[in-house]
């Protein structure tokens, strides 16, 4: 990806959001192939298994204008992880969000910056009813910033890769309206 400014159709403060292309296998292995950061969610992953999940959100954003987006430092265009939207239910118009940062950039509020961007996106722009997150049994800091977003526990759902029931996350239109991002 060129990462430049003018490559961002989404901004934060300190974050640019670009657009996945298929000649980014080097960004997504930084992601989803580095064991830290994928071991929540089923990780480690296979070159083969990166390149299948960079596919998926090329897919999601052909067909359905989301993605889990990479995400960049905009003081230096750095690539730091990605977070976004995918389908979750469709009949309900309620997606689902989630966040990747490497591991040297956690802890420094990008995640929570990610997600109020791409929450505030998918309800004033996309007009969702309501955004689903998940997060490991173990994964304390999703735990916790989940709830610092005003997400409210609905209970767990059975999460594949892990062969784990996750916690389960809800946020809806109307808490979202009390929020104040």
Known sequence: MKNNENNYFLKSERLGFGIWQKNDLNLALEIWGNNEISKFVG????????????????????????????????????????????PYDTEKNILETGFYLKTQYQGAGYAKEAAQTVIKYAFEELKVTALFAGHHPKNKASENLLIRLGFQRTGTEYYEPTCLEHPAYLLTRENYLKLCY
């Open 43 to 86: 990780g480690p992953f296979s070159n083969e298994q990166v390149r299948t999940r960079l596919m998926k959100e090329i897919s999601n954003y052909i067909e359905n204008k989301i993605q889990y987006w990479p995400l960049f430092l905009l003081k230096n265009r750095e690539h730091i992880g990605c977070c976004g939207l995918k």
